[in-house]
């Protein structure tokens, strides 16, 4: 992982101005544009992610900022910047992700797109008599407390296990991850623009500190290496 500078400024929250920033960049989404702005850009988001990133990191693993730069080689969408700002951070083969668009923030946490060696731990897991019933009721209070499982799945049982498996819902899965959404209308909410933003935030990838226990313990991380922060 490349080294970050060090922080200009204390985390105080996502200041609304930075909201703002992101609706005028969907609105001018070209390079002549965020040439002109680009120090509104570092000053609004690349510094503030990275001020998070700093407070955050002891207690959630290595991270990085993702670049605002979109890879357009391979799309038909030639827009060169993503519309949002966004960090990962990882340990262990857990991913804790932080996601924030003009009109709502998304925070995530768990193992996203797993490697196949992953996938077959979690299979073997999901299946076991004794954690797999303890996934689901693991899974069941998340999903009671307002938050969103999410992973790529396969449409049906994977290969070796029965369709009308009990737990075939996780079998299925390439990835698991619990999250919430908040959306707003003309600004954010006032914790997402104060310096406990972190606190709350944090607390969200808490409520899903089960399931990750579960994953740290019954999938790991890749034989691969990490995965998310290089």
Not at 62 to 76: E, I, L, P
Not at 139 to 153: K, M, Q, S, Y
């Amino acid at each position: 992982m490349a080294k970050r500078k060090l922080k200009a400024q204390a985390f105080r929250g996502f200041s609304p101005a930075a909201f703002r920033f992101l609706a005028e960049l969907a609105e001018n989404n070209e390079r002549a544009w965020f040439a002109e702005n680009k120090g509104r850009y570092e000053a609004l988001w690349k510094e503030p992610l990275e001020a998070f990133l700093e407070d955050a990191e002891p207690s959630f693993g290595a991270g990085k900022v993702f670049r605002v730069h979109r890879d357009v080689r391979f799309s038909k969408d030639k827009r060169p910047y993503k519309t949002h700002a966004s960090v990962v951070m990882e340990a262990k083969g857990i991913v804790h992700y932080l996601h924030l668009e003009a009109d709502h923030a998304f925070v995530a946490t768990g193992i996203h797109d797993m490697a196949k060696d992953q996938c077959k731990r979690l299979r073997e897991g999901v299946d076991d008599g004794r954690t797999g019933p303890a996934l689901v009721r693991i899974v069941d209070r998340l999903e009671a407390a307002g938050f969103e499982i999410g992973g790529e799945a396969l449409k049906t049982a994977p290969r070796g296990y029965a369709k009308d498996h009990p737990r075939v819902r996780f079998l299925r899965h390439k990835g698991l991850t619990a999250s919430k959404t908040w959306r707003w209308n003309k600004r954010p909410p006032a914790w997402i623009v104060q310096s406990d933003a972190l606190e709350r935030i944090a607390e969200t990838w808490a409520e899903a500190r089960k399931m990750n226990a579960w994953l740290a313990e019954q999938v790991g991380p890749s034989e691969e290496g990490t995965r998310w922060v290089q």
